[in-house]
């Protein structure tokens, strides 16, 4: 499946080989198409800024009008990326710098043949951070093997997550009541 940045979701049908595979797949891209925009908006994806230094201008002054009107998602964002980040060196620790950096080859170059490709392709950015953590496994297993000194990263980017849907509601004019559904 793929979101393009322009909040288009599109399923290939030949991708799940099973109800729970196509299921998955779905939640993933689903992940994406909610939270793209307000990645993108806050600086969560530096890919937006690659090629044309005219439009990376552009975008870059967007990401900086959006960091200054919604400063509490901002840092929400700036969370997640910490935690990315801290996942990732961690994988780099574990695996070695030369197999890292032939393993980041092949997912810059989306050849995703093991499972460790996999994993690190969810750590690439926080776009693929955030819809990986609902549906991959093997990035849970992950981020539980990695000791934090402010709680388990599990519950940091759930806590992040969380605290980001607060911002945007509170952005949006709803008080979000203790207990709700939201």
């Known amino acids: 499946g793929q979101v393009g940045f322009d909040n288009k979701l599109s399923l290939n049908r030949t991708m799940g080989?099973?109800?729970v595979s196509a299921a998955t797949t779905f939640v993933h891209e689903a992940m994406h198409l909610k939270l793209q925009n307000m990645v993108l908006a806050a600086g969560g994806d530096s890919r937006i800024l690659e090629g044309n230094p005219q439009t990376a201008k552009y975008f870059s002054a967007l990401i900086e009008s959006?960091?200054?009107k919604f400063p509490e998602t901002a840092k929400h964002v700036d969370e997640l990326e910490r935690i990315r980040y801290?996942?990732?060196?961690a994988l780099r620790v574990s695996l070695g710098d030369e197999t890292f950096n032939r393993i980041k080859q092949d997912v810059d170059n989306k050849k995703l043949t093991s499972n460790t490709h996999s994993?690190?392709?969810s750590l690439s950015?926080?776009?693929?951070?955030t819809a990986h953590i609902t549906t991959e496994p093997l990035l849970m297993q992950h981020l539980n093997g990695i000791e934090s000194s402010k709680g388990t990263l599990l519950?940091?980017?759930w806590q992040a997550f969380m605290d980001m849907i607060d911002a945007?509601?509170?952005s949006a004019g709803i008080k979000v009541n203790n207990n709700s559904l939201l």
């Open 17 to 19: 080989t099973s109800a």
């Open 66 to 68: 959006y960091r200054k």
């Open 86 to 89: 801290e996942a990732l060196n």
């Open 119 to 121: 994993l690190m392709y």
């Open 125 to 129: 950015n926080v776009q693929e951070l």
């Open 155 to 157: 519950s940091r980017v």
């Open 168 to 170: 945007i509601s509170r």
